[in-house]
């Protein structure tokens, strides 16, 4: 009930009983509650004339940095006794120093300024009002205003630092980078031998060779090192980044795919994104400073959608080329498998980095018997599921979200794929 | 220092209504006024802030009924004013916390407590204007003028929602 209402309430209680039994007294207990409500309606706020003017320290912040916010409101009409003025943050931000909230006089033409820290969550950010709330001295009488002011926030992701992550695509571009080129010419790796050729440096001549065959003269050929183009797939369906308890892994892989974008950006590749949350969302390829700047945005604002399945992603060739490599960040689904697979099929060199789910869930499960069961079975079929995906001679980096992802990517993206089977394969035999 | 106001005018507004029902022999609803003032106290202080209301609206008719229960009609207008009093104080205290850093913190209480006494003494003037005429109506003339004043109060009330309805957002 409103103050006025339960004013009003009492005032006619006491009339009606003041009269009901001839009784003056009792309703002389009226006046006071009475004049309260006059001296409402005498002292109510008049027409409110403010306009008001925000300023950020900073637009775009890494997480955890604090972004201090100065606001003025302005008063262009008479002079107002009471007013709070109350900034209404968007979600994911949080004031660490100071208020939202003020409650302050303002004179005839007289402004106020304050200021106040705030820090939040990884995301675009929109301020675009104040409410302002003014009042009569005893709170009977609210006027309400909105006051537009513009200002945004961008919190970017946070970027693990890696050092390399050895990609082999079956196709590159012609500009010289550091991904091996599938053909012999300038470089550092041994690629095969070819005959002597007017021109060839004397180093690069293998006397072992030529003195086997006698009459002819061979050369070392090394694989030329270029450019790749590498397309980035963040996996943004809510179904598969969601878990029980509103637990997500969505932002692990948000880190994850901005890691490697720096990392591949940072060879001199052609990198492009594609966050396939409720709709697909494209960063057309490109390469450079620039390049990492629109992926650090678009990663910035990236949410989760309903998209069902991968079934309708369609990836045109002119963002992401033939036979480049795809890098599929997502926890997942069982039913993924065929669209992945079809990917391989048609020419894509795919690499799928998968925060794991079921190490996620079940380290915040209870201690029980049933539940730990429960986790082996899953881990199981998750298992089976990235051994089939391995089958089809895709490169599946199983990634505990436990571990740092700089750690994870030292590990099983640092070296090639066939590198790390060898590895694998030594220690199993030794073992 | 609103705060104290607020513990002093619940004090005051239930020990008058006590000391005047105790000393009309009627004990019982004194305790219980005393408990329910103790109450508010209680709940003010644990900052429960939607007893101020209710209670505010107990003891407004609590005076009322009083009144009938023998004691002066003095005691239970000052019940009531400083039950409203009380009332009032809640929610401004409410107001002045809901900023973490309130300027002209003692100008606005300062003013507020003006506008406050200004309303009782306003209304002491008007008791004391009403003890001084008296005019014996008869029950039809009670009832005209019982609903002159919830016309009036009414359209009082009406153009108070008005003026808080004209929001602009």
New interface residues.
Partial sequence: ?S????L?????????????T????????????????????W??PEK?DLSAERILSSERVKPGEKVTVSLTVTNHGGAL??I?IHDPLPVFLEVVE??N?????LPAHGS?S?SYTLQGRRGFHLFHKL?VNA?D??????????LPTSGQLVVLPPVARIRRIAIRPRQTRVYSGLIPAHQGGAGIEFFGLREYQAGDSPHHINWRASARQGNALFSNEYEQERVADVGIVLDGRSEVNYLKGNLSLFEDSVIAAMSVASALLSESNRVGLLIYGDRARWTSPGYGKRQRERILQSLAMARTGESQNFRSLFIPHRMFPANSQIIIISPLHADDLPVIAQLKVSGYQVMVISPDPVSFEASRLEDRKSLKLSARIARLEREIMLRRLRGFGIQVVNWNTSTPFEQAARTSLSRPVTFLRAMQSGRGGRG | MTRRAIYVSIFIGAAILVFGMATQGHPIPAIGIALLGLAWMVAHKRRIRWVASPAFAIFVVISAASIWGGIASWMALTCVMFSLAAWDLALFVQRLEMTSEPTDRKIMERTHFTQLGFVIGLSLLGVFAITLIRINLTFGGAVILALLGVWGISSLVYRLRRHEDDIDL
Avoid: C
């Fill in positions: 009930m103050r006025i209402a339960l009003a309430v009492l005032i006619y209680f006491i009339i009606l009983t003041g009269v009901g001839l009784n003056g007294t009792v309703l002389s207990l009226a006046l006071p509650l009475v004049v309260y409500l006059l001296a409402g309606l002292r109510g409110l006794g009471e709070l100071g208020s909230d003020r409650l302050v006089r106020i304050w409410e009042e001295g005893f709170g009977l009488v609210v006027k309400r205003k909105s």
